[in-house]
Each structure stands twice: as structure tokens, then as C-alpha cells.
């Protein structure tokens, strides 16, 4: 190796170690090793799990990692990693050992997490049981019983009666928690209105030190029930005003599919009364069939036709009783005659 030939440091980014100077020669024997390193992967897995060459990177100056793309069912991503190492004046390198290792893209597992911390908020269902911690901060040993009854009774009243409760730590956790959550200050819709919770009258203030900034909130229009941040506020505040005016104008509503009954007049309901017999005389369906009877009844009509002549004779009888009343005019002036002789 000449003096010009120098290895400054890894050539990946993965590399662990950065190396200045390399004795001469050690580093052509280590990047050399490559078909070696190839050897022992399809040794180790077969050559059919053995990818693409990705490059070498220098752990130290006698050792050197070589990477090939591993075809794994199941390891999409992962690479083999196989190290070789050598020493000065060797002519050849030692594989040291052959691993698989994830790459940037490989599918890897969620981190690990303890199993009493797998719990998060909104896992509890009916019926679960959560024990706390046997050191859990969050609770110190409440009173213990004294056996004076005016003591235990005050006591029980404060609050001191309980087995448990909860520590100064606990209490500024859950103070915390409140402030920065969905009913505090900075939240969206907090900051969407000037009125806050301190000034409304639905606000139901906590006791003890937790009620110099918290409260409940009892408008079933809004955090119902939700401990909230005095800075806290929505649109729903009991301060908000009425809007001005009296709303949309009103109308009665108009519904188009129902049918306006209106009494008709009285002269209107004597001309439609002969039409309500029609429907009577239209309900005669059967009349339509007549057709189908009419050709055999045409022999009745030829029978009727000549009856019509036997009508004509009886013209005459009239014309013969108009010759009667000419004589009785042709026999008025002969007696007209016999009074002039007269």
C-alpha cells in the first residue's frame, strides 16, 4: 500500500468506529474479503437468502463488517452483516462471525414495553380489576383510627378516614394533567371565547387545594360533569346573551302535500248536483259488451223496416179530410146564395 493510499474512515454511514490511518496493506486484505463473507452467509443460510452486495464498513483497524440484502420470508428489510478481521501483515482475512441485522426499511417490533405500564387511560372496562402499585407516589397511608370517637369523627369529615389517599405528588400530577388537557385553558375551545368558568354559574368549585383551580362543570350542554381549569371556558357560559331581535320571522308552516278542504257554495253545489248522478250511469261497465249482442238482434231490425210503409197509408186519411173541409167551403156560398134569393 503507497503512502497516497489511505482509508480516512468508513465508507456508510452505519459504520461504528472511524479509524485515521491503516497499516499498510490491512486494508485491501479486509475490503478484499468480500467474496469470502458471501461464502459464509450462503454456508450459514443457503444461496438463495443472500441479496445484492450493500457495501462494508471498518469497525476497528483489523476488523470489517460486509453487508448483503437478505431474501428471508419475514425480514423484508434486514441484512446480513458478516465481520472479518485480519492482522498486520496477513494475507488474508477471518470471518469472525455472520448475523442479520434490520436495515433502515426493515419491519421491526413496537419498542418493549414493561407489562405494568401496558395499562393507558380508557383500558379499564366492567368488571377489570386494577390494583395500584405497591409504591405507587401517587398514595400515602391516610389517618388510622384513634379510638376517640370526637377525633375519628372530625377526622372522617376532612377526609382523613380512609385507608389511602392521595400524596402531594399525586395531587400535582392530576393538577397537571387537568390544566393541559381538554378542559384547560389553552385548549381549542377555550380560546375561542373571552368568558371563562370562574364567572359562570354552572361552575361547582372543589374542595380542599384542588378547588383554587378546579372545579366541575354541571351544564349538560357542556363538559357535564368534567372537572375544568377556572380559565376553562365555551360558548354555553351562563353570561352569554341572548341573540338580538326575535329570531327568524314566523311563519306557519306550509306542508304541500296536504289538500286544503274548503266548503263550496251552495249555488255551486246545485249545478254539480245532477253531475253526481253520472257517476251512477258510468258505473254500468257492463254496457261495453252490448256490441257483442247487437248482430244477433239485426234480423229483428230487417222484420221492423217494412213497418214503415204500413205508416205512410195513414197521409192520406188527413189529405181525404181536407177534400171533407173544401166541400163544407164549396157548400158555404150556396147557402150564401139561397140567403141572397131569400
Known amino acids: 500500500m503507497q503512502e497516497g493510499d489511505r482509508v480516512t474512515g468508513p465508507i456508510e454511514e452505519s459504520a461504528v468506529a472511524t479509524v485515521a490511518e491503516w497499516p499498510e496493506g490491512l486494508a485491501?486484505?479486509?475490503?478484499?474479503a468480500a467474496d469470502q463473507a458471501r461464502a459464509a452467509v450462503v454456508e450459514f443460510s443457503g444461496a438463495e437468502a443472500v441479496g445484492d452486495y450493500l457495501g462494508v464498513s471498518y469497525e476497528d483497524s483489523a476488523a470489517a463488517t460486509h453487508r448483503f440484502l437478505a431474501h428471508l420470508p419475514g425480514y423484508q428489510g434486514w441484512q446480513w452483516?458478516?465481520?472479518?478481521?485480519?492482522?498486520?501483515?496477513?494475507?488474508?482475512?477471518?470471518?469472525?462471525e455472520v448475523v442479520l441485522i434490520p436495515g433502515p426499511t426493515a419491519l421491526l417490533a413496537p419498542q418493549w414495553v414493561p407489562w405494568d405500564q401496558r395499562v393507558r387511560p380508557g383500558d379499564l372496562s366492567p368488571g377489570d380489576l386494577l390494583a395500584p402499585a405497591a409504591d405507587d407516589p401517587r398514595l400515602v397511608p391516610g389517618y388510622l383510627a384513634t379510638g376517640d370517637a370526637q377525633v375519628d369523627e372530625?377526622?372522617?369529615?376532612?377526609?382523613?378516614?380512609?385507608?389511602?389517599?392521595?400524596?402531594?405528588?399525586?395531587?400535582?400530577?392530576?393538577?397537571?394533567?387537568?390544566?393541559?388537557?381538554d378542559h384547560g385553558p389553552d385548549s381549542p375551545m377555550a380560546r375561542s371565547t373571552k368568558r371563562v368558568c370562574r364567572d359562570c354559574g354552572f361552575f361547582l368549585?372543589?374542595?380542599?387545594?384542588?378547588?383554587?383551580?378546579?372545579?366541575?362543570?354541571?351544564?349538560?350542554?357542556?363538559?357535564?360533569?368534567?372537572?375544568?381549569?377556572?380559565?376553562?371556558?365555551?360558548?354555553?357560559h351562563s353570561d352569554t346573551p341572548a341573540p338580538a331581535g326575535t329570531g327568524s320571522p314566523m311563519y306557519e308552516p306550509y306542508d304541500d302535500g296536504v289538500l286544503d278542504v274548503?266548503?263550496?257554495p251552495t249555488e255551486v253545489?246545485?249545478?254539480t248536483a245532477p253531475v253526481e248522478a253520472e257517476p251512477v250511469a258510468v258505473a254500468e261497465a257492463p254496457e261495453p259488451a252490448e256490441p257483442d249482442v247487437r248482430p244477433?238482434?239485426?234480423?229483428?231490425?230487417?222484420?221492423?223496416?217494412?213497418?214503415?210503409?204500413?205508416?205512410?197509408?195513414?197521409?192520406?186519411e188527413?189529405?181525404?179530410?181536407?177534400?171533407?173541409?173544401?166541400?163544407?167551403?164549396?157548400?158555404?156560398?150556396?147557402?150564401?146564395?139561397?140567403?141572397?134569393?131569400?
Open 81 to 96: 452483516a458478516v465481520v472479518v478481521a485480519a492482522h498486520p501483515g496477513a494475507d488474508h482475512a477471518t470471518v469472525s
Open 296 to 316: 244477433q238482434v239485426e234480423p229483428e231490425v230487417e222484420a221492423s223496416a217494412p213497418e214503415a210503409p204500413e205508416a205512410q197509408p195513414e197521409q192520406p
Open 205 to 236: 368549585p372543589l374542595a380542599g387545594s384542588l378547588g383554587a383551580m378546579f372545579g366541575v362543570c354541571g351544564n349538560e350542554l357542556s363538559a357535564d360533569g368534567q372537572v375544568v381549569e377556572k380559565q376553562y371556558g365555551c360558548g354555553a
Open 262 to 264: 274548503v266548503e263550496a
Open 28 to 32: 485491501a486484505v479486509l475490503t478484499g
Open 318 to 342: 188527413v189529405s181525404d179530410a181536407q177534400p171533407e173541409q173544401s166541400e163544407a167551403s164549396d157548400a158555404q156560398p150556396g147557402q150564401t146564395e139561397q140567403s141572397e134569393a131569400d
Open 154 to 181: 372530625t377526622a372522617a369529615e376532612i377526609g382523613l378516614g380512609r385507608r389511602w389517599v392521595m400524596s402531594a405528588w399525586g395531587r400535582a400530577e392530576a393538577a397537571e394533567r387537568w390544566h393541559t388537557g
Open 269 to 271: 253545489a246545485e249545478a
